[in-house]
């Protein structure tokens, strides 16, 4: 991280003026798949709860359709884009955390894992009434226009999106293959008898044919309706902060 700029305290210092009496601060934080937006998420949470206010992380990807619902709709080379989200539910979650703390009850949301590359069946994590949410994934900016109180955009060089992208694959794959002696179940089982070159050829593959052109035509034009921009470079560093202001 450069020693110079602290996203996540910026972020935090922003979501904390956002905050309404009664009500809770909803972050959008958007950007390309593995940019780092669930780590800038969980580090603004950190930084809001410095603050003495209370924060929780939610990611969008528990709204992706069951894989199940994708292959029957044909949409399983689509998963990611904007169709295979159930935006109706992800816009009611944002409303009812963002209404009010006065709530008694915690809204559940759907859990998504990476390791079995599905929402789990029956699996909810319960937010609690809260001052800060922060909601981060590809389309946390895109589906949720006029629910939200803070847009970010995490961006990079598209080299390096691409590269973390396979790195990130790497990883996964090599941690269903130490987990396969002790049952495994990991959707990346089937990669593990693969060397390591022809691993990240796949990775390769995957994020040019379905990532990029996602990317392309539907996460990069969500930038616009970020009010903050975090540009990252090449050791995952912030790099710089753009302050867009007010988002259109």
């Not at 206010?53 to 939610?58: G, I, K, N, Q, T």
């Not at 989200?85 to 915690?106: G, I, N």
């Not at 008898?193 to 796949?202: C, H, P, T």
Request: hydrophobic share 50%.
């Amino acid at each position: 991280m450069s020693p110079g700029i602290d996203a996540a305290a910026v972020l935090a210092a922003r979501a904390t003026e956002r905050l309404r009496p009664g009500a809770t601060a909803v972050v959008a934080v958007a950007g390309p798949v593995a940019v780092g937006k669930s780590t800038l998420a969980e580090l603004l949470a950190v930084g809001v709860r410095a603050r003495g206010l209370r924060a929780e992380v939610v990611s969008t990807d528990g709204f992706l359709l069951p894989g199940a619902e994708l292959a029957a709709r044909g949409l399983t080379e689509r998963k990611g884009f904007p169709e295979s989200y159930d935006v109706a539910a992800l816009r009611a979650f944002c409303a009812a955390v963002r209404d009010t703390l006065d709530r008694v009850d915690p809204v559940a949301v759907p859990v998504y894992s990476h390791e079995t590359y599905d929402v789990l069946p029956g699996v909810h994590h319960a937010v609690a009434p809260t001052d800060v949410v922060v909601l981060e994934g590809v389309n946390a900016l895109s589906a949720t226009t006029g629910c939200t109180d803070l847009g970010v955009y995490v961006d990079a060089p598209l080299g390096l999106i691409e590269q973390w992208y396979v790195e990130r694959f790497l990883r996964l794959v090599a941690a269903a293959g130490a987990a396969g002696a002790t049952g495994g179940g990991s959707f990346y089982d089937r990669f593990t008898g693969l060397a390591v070159d022809a691993q990240a050829d796949i990775a390769r593959s995957v994020y040019r044919s379905v990532n990029l052109p996602n990317l392309t035509e539907h996460i990069a034009p969500s930038r616009d309706l970020a009010e903050v921009v975090v540009v990252k470079g090449a050791d995952h560093e912030w790099a710089e902060i753009v302050d867009r202001g007010a988002a259109p």
